[in-house]
C-alpha cells in the first residue's frame, strides 16, 4: 500500500500584504495588495491631483478581469478586459502620461 505524502513542515506563510506607492509628494500613486511579492487582487492608481486614473485586478502579478480607465473629470474613458491568469497578458496602453506606472505592466517586470 503507497505512502500517502506528508503535509508540509510549517503553514504556508503567504498573506496579502497591503501596498500603497506614492508620489514624490506624498500623495497616494498606487494602493492595492501583494501576495508572495506579487500585485493580486483590486489596485487602483491616482493621479498627482488625487483622481482616479485606472482599476483592475491582478492574479499573482497578471493582470485579469476588467480594467477601467477614467479621465481627469471622472468620466470612463475605457474598459479592456483581460484573460484568465495562466496566461501571458499584454500591458495596458502606456502612450500618455495617464497609464499606470510600471508595476501595472507585468510583462515589462
Given at each position: 500500500m503507497p505512502t500517502p505524502p506528508s503535509a508540509p513542515s510549517s503553514p504556508s506563510t503567504s498573506r496579502l500584504v497591503p501596498r500603497h506607492d506614492r508620489f514624490a509628494d506624498g500623495?497616494?500613486?498606487?494602493?492595492?495588495?501583494?501576495?508572495?511579492?506579487?500585485?493580486?487582487?483590486?489596485?487602483?492608481?491616482?493621479?498627482?491631483?488625487?483622481s482616479l486614473m485606472r482599476s483592475g485586478e491582478f492574479d499573482l502579478g497578471n493582470q485579469v478581469g476588467l480594467w477601467r480607465t477614467w479621465d481627469r473629470a471622472g468620466r470612463l474613458v475605457k474598459e479592456t478586459s483581460f484573460g484568465?491568469?495562466?496566461?501571458?497578458?499584454?500591458?495596458?496602453?502606456?502612450?500618455t502620461e495617464d497609464t499606470a506606472p510600471d508595476q501595472a505592466e507585468p510583462a515589462a517586470q
Open positions: 500623495s497616494v500613486r498606487a494602493s492595492g495588495f501583494e501576495l508572495d511579492g506579487e500585485l493580486h487582487g483590486h489596485w487602483e492608481w491616482f493621479r498627482v491631483d488625487g484568465p491568469a495562466s496566461s501571458p497578458l499584454e500591458p495596458l496602453d502606456s502612450a
